[in-house]
């Protein structure tokens, strides 16, 4: 089950890395584009800076390259290899995937960018 603690709850839901009480996303959708990348400046919770150096989101391309390749490979098995739609059509049907998971993708590498440097504190999930 994906629980607060494990680091995979952080990523896949976008919460605070150390204490996993707040979402770091103003507007924890996505898909609204306009607040793709708008961010709080700290924790609410647990008073967390996600920013941790000014650049800090640039690196989170190079995870973005790799989570990017990994859905196109995602794609490629399930239309090419298991469906066989043939070449072409499997080309298109990466294409518009990875149009369509763009916003998730981003949002995806900047929570496993994150959790790379700020490791789960389960003291600071501690309600008081
Ligand atoms: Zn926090």
């Not at 391309?61 to 072409?88: D, E, K, P, R, T």
Request: glycine share 6%.
């Amino acid at each position: 089950m994906l629980k607060k603690g494990n680091k995979l709850y952080s990523i896949l839901t976008g919460s605070c890395p150390r204490c996993h009480q707040e979402s770091m996303y103003i507007d924890p959708n996505p898909y609204h584009l306009g607040s793709l990348f708008k961010m709080y400046t700290r924790c609410a919770h647990c008073n967390t800076k996600y920013k941790i150096e000014p650049s800090f989101f640039y690196g989170a391309m190079y995870v973005s390259y790799a989570v990017g390749i990994a859905f196109a490979v995602a794609v490629f098995v399930i239309a090419f290899l298991i469906i066989g739609i043939g070449l072409l059509n499997t080309f298109i049907a990466i294409v518009v995937t990875m149009v369509v998971f763009l916003p998730f993708i981003i949002r995806l590498s900047r929570n496993i960018w994150i959790n790379i440097f700020i490791k789960y504190d389960p003291a600071t999930a501690r309600i008081d």
